[in-house]
């Protein structure tokens, strides 16, 4: 059986001596990862004519967290799998104009078998009964933002509030039809982890599960696989300016003023002042109390952000649009800015949850499941935290859907999916084998011929998968990280600009969140500080109460 990892780290991109030339650049703006928030600004300065930018990314790869493998000619999204909703989301307008929707979306029945360990399996009605009440359960959650109304007395979470309207809803049956329908209950929140990025609903605020703002229309899948999208997004952005295997080590963000780090050579100085050039009217005055900085009546200089990168290069710019994800915010914040990121950011930064989710893919040979089948169901009981996570992590895998007649896709989440990630690729297969016998209760399927796992948390410029709003966090939090850092109170432009999906209040965990605060960054770089003067010429006046006489009120 074969093998492959999720992703990649991306390479060194080369080292130069402490002090050459080739080992410092300057430019105007520096985008810091190549993700969706990333390219985003990047094509939106462009459709401003600001063209000095450069965009550094840690991997020898763009795109982030959406990512295609291509096994066999057979392709395989490891990130990003549907764009959400149609209407109002800049992704499917993207993906439409650019011919990557089809036209006439195929609707392809759904048909789900959900089974028990011992390979008994649910009637349909008591899954869609239960199905529909959970729907209503999660609803009611959602309108505690919308209507702010308390919820009962101790409930602080979704599984909370959830759970205690399961219990309500099951003293109507007798015993013996409870636990069947609890059942279902428990992989619906084990699904519903997968969905919301976290390691149980426990986690999540239920005060603020209501700030997500879903799109209508449904989700939607792109014939050539969510990565396509990326072409579109890179085919405007010139080589020379999108540099891989750059990953950022230190962003010092008030360089040359007091109380911070400054450049030592002479060379780090030039670049860092810099004669302000405003020929692409993207930059304002930034003004500084500092002595050092002083410009001249005649000429003005203004300090630079210095871009550090672990391959020893540095960039100089005037502006920088960090847009990694919260995991290595996380995990980096309090180390990767001088001076370090406000309390107040950090704080919010450690509040959001940032779950981990993966996917696990098992190819095989040939097929085995019944044609007319799209997904099988795993009812566990539901997950004892105090039993050792080696023993219980595979009880997360809520289901296995069928990609192909010979590939399925099944999810995992939070701390059962983190150890999966330290597991062989074989024990993983391994294991699914086993639950796929046991739960269709035939020791005949067949063991896949290759399985691959994704690796979220492991990958150091990820820590994780998406953004979700934590018990004690909220929709200002969110805010809070998406402020911008400025140089100097008097500053008009900021000096650190920050996107991603964990940017945006309504849309985090989402391919177009991530893109809509990457295009609001770049906007507020390209708004002139100064509005043009409008000046009205009229024909045949001299002064303001002649034009004004001459008015016609027709």
Same mark, same amino acid.
């Not at 002090?19 to 190549?34: D, P, R």
């Not at 003293?171 to 636990?179: M, V």
């Not at 930059?283 to 930034?286: D, R, T, V």
């Given at each position: 059986m074969?093998?492959?990892?999720a992703d990649d ?9 402490e ?16 993700g969706?928030?990333g ?10 004519n600001?063209?000095?930018f450069v ?16 096994i066999? &000619? ?14 109002? !989301? +800049?992704?499917y ?11 006439i979306?195929?609707n392809?029945? /759904?048909?789900v ?6 390979? %008994? ?7 869609q009964?239960? @199905?529909?009440?959970y729907?209503?359960?999660?609803r009611?959650?959602?309108e @505690?933002?919308?209507?702010k ?5 101790g ?12 219990s309500i ?6 015993? /013996?039809?409870?636990?069947?329908? !609890? ?14 990025g976290?390691n149980?609903m426990d986690?999540?605020d ?8 879903e ?5 939607i899948v792109l ?5 396509s999208?990326l072409?579109?997004?890179?085919k405007?952005?010139?080589e020379?300016?999108l540099?891989?295997?750059h990953a950022?080590?230190?962003?010092r963000?008030?360089?040359g ?20 050039d405003? $020929?692409?009217?993207l930059?304002?005055?930034?003004k500084?109390?500092s002595?050092s900085?002083?410009?001249s009546p005649? %000429? ?8 550090v990168?672990?391959?020893g ?10 847009t990694? +994800?919260?995991?290595?915010?996380k ?7 001088d ?10 930064i450690?509040?959001?949850c ?11 040979? %040939? ?14 009981d ?5 039993e050792?996570?080696?023993? %219980? ?5 809520y289901?296995?859907t069928?990609?192909s007649?010979?590939l ?8 059962e ?8 690729f074989?024990?993983?297969?391994e ?12 020791p ?5 011929k ?5 690796t ?5 410029f990820?820590?994780? $998968?998406?953004t ?5 966090a909220?929709?200002v ?7 911008p850092? @400025? ?10 600009l ?5 940017c945006? +209040? ?7 969140g ?5 295009r ?6 390209c ?8 000046v ?5 006046t001299?002064?303001?109460s002649s034009w004004v006489?001459?008015?016609?009120l &027709?």
């Open positions: 074969s093998a492959a990892k780290t991306g390479g060194d991109g080369g080292t130069n001596s002090n050459s030339t080739e080992n410092m650049q300057s430019c105007k703006v520096v985008i810091i990862g190549a969706m928030a390219l985003a600004a990047a094509n939106h300065l462009l459709k401003n600001v063209r000095d965009i550094l990314e840690g991997r020898n790869r763009a795109g982030g967290r959406i990512i295609a493998i291509k066999d &000619n057979r392709k395989m999204e490891l990130g990003a799998n549907w764009i959400h909703g149609i209407l109002g !989301n +800049p992704i307008e993207l993906a439409s104009a650019n011919g990557l929707v089809d036209i979306q195929e392809k029945p /759904h048909n078998v959900a089974t028990l360990p011992d390979g %008994r399996r649910v009637p349909f009605n008591i899954l009964e239960i @199905y529909d009440a729907f209503w359960f999660f009611r959650c959602e @505690y933002f919308l209507c109304y308390l919820p009962p007395d409930i602080e979470s979704v599984g909370e509030h959830i759970r205690l309207e399961i809803y099951l003293e109507q049956f007798p015993e /013996h039809e409870r636990h069947i329908r !609890n059942l279902i209950f428990n992989y619906l929140l084990n699904r519903e982890t997968c969905i919301s976290c149980s986690e999540i239920l005060m603020e599960i209501g700030s997500y703002t799109l209508p229309g449904g989700n014939p050539g696989g969510y990565s999208i072409g579109p997004l890179t405007d952005i010139p020379s300016q540099l891989k295997g950022v080590e230190c962003v963000w008030r360089v003023l007091e109380g911070t780090s400054t450049v030592d050579s002479g060379l780090g100085q030039d670049l860092l002042n810099k004669p302000e405003n $020929s692409d009217g930059l304002g005055e930034c500084s109390g002595t900085l002083a410009a005649s %000429r003005r200089w203004r300090p630079k952000v210095e871009v990168c672990q391959n290069k540095k960039f100089y710019a005037d502006h920088v649009i960090c990694v +994800p919260l995991g290595v915010l995990e980096n914040g309090k180390t990767m800015f001076p370090p990121l406000p309390e107040y950011k950090m704080d919010s450690n509040r959001l940032f779950g981990v989710v993966d996917k696990i893919y098992l190819e095989y040979e %040939r097929p085995f499941l019944n044609p007319n089948l799209t997904e099988v169901l795993l009812l566990w539901p997950i004892d935290p105090k050792p996570v080696s023993e %219980r992590w595979f009880k997360k895998i289901s296995f069928k990609v007649e010979t399925l896709l099944g999810w995992i989440s939070g701390d999916a983190k150890y999966m990630e330290t597991l062989p074989d024990q993983v297969s294991k699914c084998t086993e639950i796929l016998r046991q739960f269709l209760n035939d005949f399927i067949p063991k896949p290759r399985c691959i796992n994704t979220w948390w492991s990958q150091p990820t820590k994780g $998968s998406y979700a709003v934590g018990v004690g909220s929709q939090d969110i805010t809070n990280i998406s402020h850092l @400025y140089m100097h109170p008097t500053s008009s432009k900021p000096a650190v920050f996107a991603g999906e964990h945006h +209040p309504s849309f985090y965990s989402t391919v177009h991530a893109y809509l605060s990457g609001e960054a770049a906007q507020i770089l708004v002139p500080d100064t509005p043009p003067e409008v009205l010429d009229v024909e045949g001299a002064d303001l006489q001459g008015i016609s &027709n």
